[in-house]
C-alpha cells in the first residue's frame, strides 16, 4: 500500500514568495519523503538545480494560465514549453473558464487540448484545473469528459484561489465516473492529515497542499 507521504505534492505559489522559502520547502519535502513539490514557473529553473544537487528524488512541478486560466491558448502554451525546458517534470493547467461559461466551446476545446498535446510532446504528466467549486456536478461531468476525450492524465479539483476549494462528494463522483486511467489531484483548502486521508479514502491520488507540514 503507498505511503502516505507518496500523495502529497507541497505547494507554494503565493505571490510574495521567495527563493529562499521555496529552497526550504523542497529540503523540507524531501526530508519527509513527499511525492513532490508544486511551484510557481518563475521558481522553476532554480528549483530543478537544486533538486539536482542534492540529488533528491521528489518531483518538480509547476502551474500554467495560474490561477485565472483565461489568458490566450498560444501563451498558456508558450508557458509549457518553458516551463519543461526549465525543467519541470508535471504541469497542472488551468483551464479557460469564461469560455465555458460564454458557451465557447470551440476555444474551450482548443484549450484543453493544445496544453495536453504541449505536454505530452515531451512526455510530460499533465493535470487540468477544473476549479470545481465554480461548477455544479453536471458541468464537472462535461468538462471531465473533454478532458478525458483529450488523454489528460489527471483531473485536479482547484486552484485554491476560488472561494471553494476541494470538496469531497465531487472527488467521490469524479472517482466513480472517470476511467481508471484518469486520476484525482485534491487541492484547494485541504489543511489537516486527517482531511487528506479522507480524500485519499475518496479516490484522490494526490493532494496538493501549502500546509503539508
Not at 68 to 73: I, N
Not at 134 to 159: G, H, Q, R
Request: proline share 1%; glycine share 6%.
Amino acid at each position: 500500500m503507498a505511503s502516505f507521504e507518496s500523495h502529497i505534492e507541497y505547494t507554494l505559489l503565493r505571490q510574495n514568495a521567495r527563493w529562499e522559502e521555496a529552497k526550504s520547502l523542497i529540503d523540507m519535502a524531501a526530508e519527509k519523503q513527499y511525492l513532490g513539490v508544486c511551484l510557481a514557473p518563475y521558481f522553476v529553473k532554480q528549483a530543478a538545480r537544486h533538486i539536482k544537487e542534492q540529488g533528491y528524488k521528489q518531483k518538480l512541478i509547476t502551474v500554467i494560465g495560474f490561477p485565472m486560466g483565461y489568458s490566450s491558448v498560444s501563451a498558456k502554451v508558450e508557458e509549457v514549453k518553458k516551463a519543461i525546458m526549465e525543467g519541470a517534470e508535471e504541469l497542472d493547467v488551468v483551464i479557460n473558464l469564461s469560455a465555458f461559461f460564454s458557451k465557447d466551446m470551440a476555444v474551450l476545446k482548443n484549450d484543453i487540448q493544445s496544453v495536453i498535446t504541449a505536454c505530452h510532446l515531451q512526455n510530460k504528466l499533465i493535470k487540468v484545473i477544473l476549479e470545481t467549486g465554480a461548477l455544479n456536478e453536471k458541468e464537472m461531468l462535461k468538462l471531465a469528459d473533454i478532458c478525458v476525450a483529450s488523454d489528460a492524465n489527471f483531473i485536479k479539483t482547484s486552484t485554491g484561489y476560488f472561494e471553494i476549494g476541494a470538496e469531497m462528494d465531487k472527488v467521490k463522483k469524479l472517482k466513480e465516473y472517470l476511467p481508471a486511467k484518469v486520476k484525482i489531484k485534491a487541492s484547494g483548502g485541504i489543511r489537516t492529515r486527517e482531511r487528506a486521508e479522507e480524500f485519499i479514502a475518496a479516490g484522490a491520488s494526490r493532494i496538493g497542499a501549502s500546509t503539508a507540514l
